[in-house]
């Protein structure tokens, strides 16, 4: 017993810094920001317990309504997008070349890069005056929009510049799962006389879709935190229509520096977040479909 006992207190001395972590960096914050959520503190003065006045004021605010549609709108164009870009690229990467490596490289390469950086390319890209994108649109004969300075495009502009940054770290994850899929399914389909539509369909999707499914809530997720590149590329405007609930929540703790709002807000967007990805975990078993 005396044995069992100190080995017993060995592993809890071992386990005890991790715990003391946990519970001073993951649950004390949580915690407290929801307490913080329940008053008016706004930094300068001392913080009163107000109840829910704070998610009362959210929910009756039109303004939360608008930003929460920008965040659903960037996230019904980004996700389709990008699923079909990483997984087109992915293909194209799995193609054994010569070159196979280095082109893994370069499309990379955006992921390792700042946000900042990204946006900044991107603005420059989308510039109605000497932005290449809309140049090469002239040369077709066709007019380009203002993208970031026109409401009705400048969601679209964001949502490229995201799909171009995100797709390299997607598609390795798409070809982690395509380099798992056993040939001989393909050796046997083309003996049967399919095409490649047939493989792809009845093949490459059903035994990719664990990762199809994976890559779907992680972009998700990623979506909901849409806040470097609003407020590079275009500050929230023009007109509101590029505000998301992060800029929001940024600039009523840092700008306003209404901390009880501010984080009221961000429990709202932990709920839509959580609800989400507990509904798509829910509808996996309809969709996914696992090798064993």
Not at 90 to 98: D, F, P, Q, S, W
């Amino acid at each position: 017993m005396k044995k069992k006992a100190r080995k017993r207190l060995v592993i809890l001395m071992f386990l005890l810094p991790s715990i003391c972590g946990f519970i001073f960096f993951q649950v004390f914050p949580i915690v407290y920001s929801f307490v913080l959520s329940l008053t008016d503190w706004d930094v300068l003065s001392r913080a009163n317990f107000i109840g829910l006045e704070n998610y009362k004021k959210i929910f009756a605010s039109e303004e939360f309504w608008r930003v929460l549609g920008n965040t659903l709108y960037y996230i019904v164009l980004y996700i389709p997008l990008m699923i079909i870009a990483s997984l087109s690229l992915a293909m194209l990467l799995n193609i054994r070349t010569k070159f196979t490596g280095v082109f893994r490289t370069i499309f990379y390469i955006p992921v390792l890069s700042s946000w900042v950086a990204a946006a900044m390319l991107w603005r420059w890209l989308l510039s109605p005056y000497y932005g290449p994108i809309n140049s090469i649109l002239g040369i077709f004969g066709l007019q380009g929009p203002s993208w970031l300075y026109d409401k009705v495009w400048a969601m679209p502009g964001i949502v490229l510049a995201s799909v171009w940054k995100d797709m390299g770290f997607f598609g390795l994850i798409f070809l982690a799962g395509l380099q798992g899929i056993n040939p001989s399914y393909y050796e046997v389909a083309s003996i049967d006389g399919a095409k490649r539509w047939h493989k792809f369909r009845f093949i490459t999707l059903p035994l990719i879709s664990p990762t199809m499914f994976f890559v779907l809530i992680m972009a998700i997720i990623n979506s909901f935190q849409l806040f470097p590149q609003v407020m590079v590329m275009t500050k929230g405007g023009p007109h509101g229509s590029t505000q998301a609930m992060m800029e929001r929540i940024y600039n009523y703790a840092f700008t306003y520096y209404k901390m009880g709002y501010a984080t009221a807000l961000s429990w709202i967007l932990f709920c839509f977040i959580l609800t989400v990805t507990l509904i798509q975990w829910k509808m996996q078993r309809k969709w996914v479909h696992y090798e064993s």
